[in-house]
């Protein structure tokens, strides 16, 4: 059974930057893509970026030029680096791996970011 653990998320002033980490372990093999997710309060859960097996990005419009997705293939883990973060920013942030020929879907727990004005 797989599973993703997530770090870097925190408290941070309007226009700082975190670095969010997801590593994956356990029997997680065969990844087509990998990415991050946000859901603020009251809101539901939207894709923020995305990174396929051939490197191919996507981001979300309201983070384009400011947050940039990475991976480590060697360490099954994917990195969201925030920069100029701005308040609406601020909700819990989740990994997401898909592998495998059925695209099974696993979830971090999530981890807080909280952009003060």
């Known amino acids: 059974q797989g599973q993703l653990v997530e770090s870097g998320g925190g408290l941070v002033q309007a226009g700082g930057s975190l670095r969010l980490s997801c590593a994956a372990s356990g029997s997680i093999s065969s990844i087509n893509a990998m990415g991050w997710y946000r859901q603020a309060p009251g809101k539901q859960r939207e894709l923020v970026a995305l990174?396929?097996?051939?490197?191919?990005?996507n981001y979300a419009d309201s983070v384009k030029g400011r947050f940039t997705i990475s991976r480590d293939n060697a360490k099954i883990t994917v990195y969201l680096q925030m920069n100029n973060l701005k308040p609406e920013d601020t909700a819990v942030y989740y990994c997401?791996?898909?592998?495998?020929?059925?695209?099974?879907?696993?979830w971090g727990q999530g981890t807080q970011v909280t952009v003060s004005s």
């Open positions: 997401n791996i898909r592998v495998g020929v059925y695209d099974v879907n696993y």
């Open positions: 990174i396929t097996r051939v490197g191919f990005t």
